[in-house]
Antibody
Framework: EVQVVESGGGLVQPGRSLRLSCSTS????????VGWFRQAPGRGPEWLGF??????????EYAASVKGRFTISRDDSRNIASLQMNSLEIEDTGVYYC???????????????????WGQGTTVTVSS | DIQMTQSPSAMSASVGDRVTITCRAS??????LAWFKQKPGNVPRRLIH???SLQGGVSLSFSGSGSGTEFTLTINSVQPEDSATYYC?????????FGQGTKVDIQ
Protein backbone atom coordinates (compact mmCIF):
# COMPACT_ATOMS: atom_id res chain seq x y z
CA GLU A 1 0.00 0.00 0.00
CA VAL A 2 1.27 3.43 -0.93
CA GLN A 3 1.30 5.65 2.12
CA VAL A 4 3.02 8.36 4.09
CA VAL A 5 2.98 8.76 7.85
CA GLU A 6 3.88 12.00 9.56
CA SER A 7 5.15 12.06 13.12
CA GLY A 8 7.00 14.19 15.61
CA GLY A 9 4.43 16.83 16.39
CA GLY A 10 3.67 18.11 19.86
CA LEU A 11 3.40 21.08 22.15
CA VAL A 12 6.36 23.44 22.05
CA GLN A 13 7.10 26.91 23.38
CA PRO A 14 7.68 29.85 21.05
CA GLY A 15 11.28 30.07 19.95
CA ARG A 16 11.94 26.38 20.38
CA SER A 17 12.54 23.71 17.75
CA LEU A 18 10.80 20.59 16.57
CA ARG A 19 11.65 17.95 13.98
CA LEU A 20 8.94 16.21 12.01
CA SER A 21 9.35 12.99 10.09
CA CYS A 22 7.60 11.66 7.02
CA SER A 23 7.87 7.91 6.68
CA THR A 24 6.94 6.51 3.30
CA SER A 25 6.13 3.05 2.01
CA UNK A 26 4.79 1.41 -1.11
CA UNK A 27 6.78 3.57 -3.50
CA UNK A 28 10.38 4.56 -4.07
CA UNK A 29 10.80 7.90 -2.33
CA UNK A 30 14.09 8.38 -4.15
CA UNK A 31 12.15 8.98 -7.37
CA UNK A 32 10.00 11.75 -5.92
CA UNK A 33 10.20 15.35 -4.84
CA VAL A 34 8.69 15.43 -1.34
CA GLY A 35 6.61 18.35 -0.16
CA TRP A 36 5.41 19.61 3.19
CA PHE A 37 2.14 21.40 3.86
CA ARG A 38 0.36 22.62 6.95
CA GLN A 39 -3.11 23.66 7.90
CA ALA A 40 -3.78 26.09 10.72
CA PRO A 41 -7.04 25.66 12.65
CA GLY A 42 -9.99 26.86 10.60
CA ARG A 43 -7.85 27.76 7.59
CA GLY A 44 -6.96 26.29 4.25
CA PRO A 45 -3.82 24.30 3.50
CA GLU A 46 -0.53 26.10 3.00
CA TRP A 47 2.47 24.83 1.08
CA LEU A 48 5.69 25.04 3.11
CA GLY A 49 8.29 23.71 0.74
CA PHE A 50 9.68 20.72 -1.11
CA UNK A 51 12.94 18.87 -1.53
CA UNK A 52 14.11 17.70 -4.91
CA UNK A 53 15.37 14.22 -5.62
CA UNK A 54 18.98 13.41 -4.80
CA UNK A 55 19.81 13.27 -8.49
CA UNK A 56 18.98 16.99 -8.60
CA UNK A 57 21.07 17.73 -5.55
CA UNK A 58 18.32 17.29 -2.96
CA UNK A 59 17.93 21.05 -2.93
CA UNK A 60 14.87 22.58 -1.36
CA GLU A 61 12.54 25.51 -1.88
CA TYR A 62 10.51 27.17 0.84
CA ALA A 63 7.55 29.42 1.37
CA ALA A 64 8.47 32.91 2.52
CA SER A 65 6.68 32.33 5.84
CA VAL A 66 9.16 29.61 6.87
CA LYS A 67 12.29 30.36 4.84
CA GLY A 68 15.32 30.60 7.09
CA ARG A 69 13.55 28.84 9.96
CA PHE A 70 12.51 25.50 8.44
CA THR A 71 14.75 22.98 6.69
CA ILE A 72 13.65 19.97 4.68
CA SER A 73 15.92 16.98 4.33
CA ARG A 74 15.64 13.44 3.05
CA ASP A 75 17.15 10.01 3.69
CA ASP A 76 16.18 7.82 0.79
CA SER A 77 17.88 4.78 2.31
CA ARG A 78 15.37 4.94 5.15
CA ASN A 79 12.43 6.14 3.01
CA ILE A 80 12.11 9.23 5.17
CA ALA A 81 11.85 12.96 4.71
CA SER A 82 12.18 15.40 7.58
CA LEU A 83 11.14 18.92 8.44
CA GLN A 84 13.36 20.70 10.95
CA MET A 85 11.50 23.65 12.43
CA ASN A 86 13.44 26.27 14.36
CA SER A 87 12.42 29.53 16.01
CA LEU A 88 8.84 28.38 16.14
CA GLU A 89 6.12 31.00 16.35
CA ILE A 90 2.54 30.80 17.58
CA GLU A 91 1.45 31.18 13.95
CA ASP A 92 3.18 27.87 13.14
CA THR A 93 0.46 26.00 15.02
CA GLY A 94 -1.37 23.55 12.82
CA VAL A 95 -1.49 20.10 11.33
CA TYR A 96 1.56 19.26 9.23
CA TYR A 97 1.43 16.97 6.23
CA CYS A 98 3.91 15.55 3.79
CA UNK A 99 3.14 14.28 0.33
CA UNK A 100 4.92 13.16 -2.78
CA UNK A 101 5.17 15.67 -5.57
CA UNK A 102 6.99 15.35 -8.86
CA UNK A 103 8.10 11.97 -10.15
CA UNK A 104 11.57 12.34 -11.62
CA UNK A 105 12.74 9.67 -13.97
CA UNK A 106 13.87 8.84 -17.47
CA UNK A 107 10.71 10.49 -18.81
CA UNK A 108 11.59 13.74 -17.11
CA UNK A 109 9.55 15.41 -14.39
CA UNK A 110 6.00 14.09 -14.19
CA UNK A 111 3.23 15.31 -11.92
CA UNK A 112 0.75 12.47 -12.43
CA UNK A 113 1.09 11.29 -8.82
CA UNK A 114 1.66 14.68 -7.26
CA UNK A 115 -0.23 15.39 -4.02
CA UNK A 116 -2.17 12.11 -4.28
CA UNK A 117 -1.03 10.58 -1.00
CA TRP A 118 -1.45 12.35 2.34
CA GLY A 119 -0.93 10.98 5.80
CA GLN A 120 -3.14 11.80 8.74
CA GLY A 121 -0.78 14.63 9.61
CA THR A 122 0.96 15.49 12.84
CA THR A 123 -0.21 18.32 15.06
CA VAL A 124 2.15 21.08 16.14
CA THR A 125 1.03 23.45 18.85
CA VAL A 126 3.21 26.44 19.63
CA SER A 127 2.20 28.00 22.89
CA SER A 128 3.74 29.35 26.05
CA ASP B 1 3.70 34.76 -6.13
CA ILE B 2 0.81 33.45 -8.18
CA GLN B 3 -2.54 34.34 -6.63
CA MET B 4 -5.38 31.86 -6.95
CA THR B 5 -8.80 33.46 -6.69
CA GLN B 6 -11.47 30.88 -5.99
CA SER B 7 -15.20 31.50 -6.18
CA PRO B 8 -17.66 31.27 -4.68
CA SER B 9 -16.36 31.10 -1.11
CA ALA B 10 -19.46 29.22 -0.04
CA MET B 11 -22.57 27.84 -1.61
CA SER B 12 -25.59 25.73 -0.93
CA ALA B 13 -26.98 23.15 -3.33
CA SER B 14 -29.69 20.52 -3.42
CA VAL B 15 -29.16 16.86 -4.15
CA GLY B 16 -28.99 16.37 -7.89
CA ASP B 17 -27.87 19.93 -8.67
CA ARG B 18 -24.82 20.71 -10.77
CA VAL B 19 -22.17 22.62 -8.83
CA THR B 20 -19.46 24.72 -10.48
CA ILE B 21 -16.42 26.15 -8.68
CA THR B 22 -13.95 28.47 -10.40
CA CYS B 23 -10.30 29.25 -9.80
CA ARG B 24 -8.55 32.11 -11.54
CA ALA B 25 -4.78 32.35 -11.57
CA SER B 26 -3.01 35.70 -11.56
CA UNK B 27 -0.81 34.48 -14.41
CA UNK B 28 -0.69 31.65 -16.92
CA UNK B 29 -0.14 28.31 -15.17
CA UNK B 30 -0.82 26.03 -18.12
CA UNK B 31 -2.60 23.01 -16.69
CA UNK B 32 -0.55 22.79 -13.49
CA LEU B 33 -3.61 22.72 -11.30
CA ALA B 34 -5.08 20.21 -8.89
CA TRP B 35 -8.40 20.14 -7.05
CA PHE B 36 -8.89 18.81 -3.53
CA LYS B 37 -11.84 17.92 -1.36
CA GLN B 38 -11.65 18.20 2.40
CA LYS B 39 -14.25 17.27 4.98
CA PRO B 40 -13.93 18.67 8.53
CA GLY B 41 -11.29 16.82 10.50
CA ASN B 42 -10.13 14.94 7.43
CA VAL B 43 -7.09 15.05 5.20
CA PRO B 44 -7.27 16.85 1.83
CA ARG B 45 -8.05 14.39 -0.92
CA ARG B 46 -6.94 14.97 -4.49
CA LEU B 47 -9.80 14.82 -6.96
CA ILE B 48 -8.29 16.18 -10.16
CA HIS B 49 -4.75 16.68 -11.41
CA UNK B 50 -3.40 18.37 -14.49
CA UNK B 51 -6.58 20.46 -14.55
CA UNK B 52 -8.80 17.73 -15.94
CA SER B 53 -7.48 14.26 -15.07
CA LEU B 54 -9.66 12.43 -12.60
CA GLN B 55 -7.98 10.75 -9.66
CA GLY B 56 -8.52 7.00 -9.59
CA GLY B 57 -11.44 6.02 -7.37
CA VAL B 58 -13.09 9.43 -7.52
CA SER B 59 -16.69 9.58 -8.65
CA LEU B 60 -17.23 10.26 -12.33
CA SER B 61 -19.57 13.04 -11.29
CA PHE B 62 -16.47 15.17 -10.76
CA SER B 63 -14.76 16.84 -13.68
CA GLY B 64 -12.21 19.57 -14.17
CA SER B 65 -11.45 21.86 -17.06
CA GLY B 66 -9.44 24.88 -18.03
CA SER B 67 -5.96 26.04 -18.85
CA GLY B 68 -3.96 29.21 -18.58
CA THR B 69 -5.69 31.33 -15.96
CA GLU B 70 -9.25 30.01 -15.75
CA PHE B 71 -10.19 26.66 -14.23
CA THR B 72 -13.41 24.96 -13.25
CA LEU B 73 -14.39 22.07 -11.02
CA THR B 74 -17.83 20.68 -11.78
CA ILE B 75 -19.84 18.25 -9.72
CA ASN B 76 -22.69 16.78 -11.72
CA SER B 77 -25.68 15.60 -9.72
CA VAL B 78 -24.27 16.52 -6.32
CA GLN B 79 -24.84 14.05 -3.47
CA PRO B 80 -24.92 14.52 0.34
CA GLU B 81 -21.40 13.08 0.64
CA ASP B 82 -20.11 15.89 -1.57
CA SER B 83 -20.63 18.34 1.26
CA ALA B 84 -17.08 19.58 1.93
CA THR B 85 -14.63 22.38 1.27
CA TYR B 86 -12.93 22.32 -2.11
CA TYR B 87 -9.54 23.85 -2.89
CA CYS B 88 -7.54 24.43 -6.03
CA UNK B 89 -3.75 24.33 -5.99
CA UNK B 90 -1.34 25.65 -8.60
CA UNK B 91 2.06 24.00 -8.90
CA UNK B 92 3.37 25.82 -11.94
CA UNK B 93 5.71 28.15 -10.08
CA UNK B 94 6.76 27.93 -6.45
CA UNK B 95 5.56 28.86 -3.99
CA UNK B 96 2.66 26.57 -4.77
CA UNK B 97 -0.52 28.41 -3.81
CA PHE B 98 -4.05 27.39 -2.96
CA GLY B 99 -7.33 29.07 -3.62
CA GLN B 100 -9.19 30.29 -0.55
CA GLY B 101 -11.57 27.34 -0.66
CA THR B 102 -15.24 26.84 -1.46
CA LYS B 103 -17.47 25.43 1.23
CA VAL B 104 -20.26 23.41 -0.37
CA ASP B 105 -23.30 22.63 1.72
CA ILE B 106 -25.77 20.07 0.41
CA GLN B 107 -29.30 20.57 1.58
Amino acid sequence: EVQVVESGGGLVQPGRSLRLSCSTSGFNIADYTVGWFRQAPGRGPEWLGFIRVTAFGATAEYAASVKGRFTISRDDSRNIASLQMNSLEIEDTGVYYCTREALVGRFGVVYVNSFDIWGQGTTVTVSS
Amino acid sequence: DIQMTQSPSAMSASVGDRVTITCRASQDIGTSLAWFKQKPGNVPRRLIHASSSLQGGVSLSFSGSGSGTEFTLTINSVQPEDSATYYCLQHYTYPWTFGQGTKVDIQ
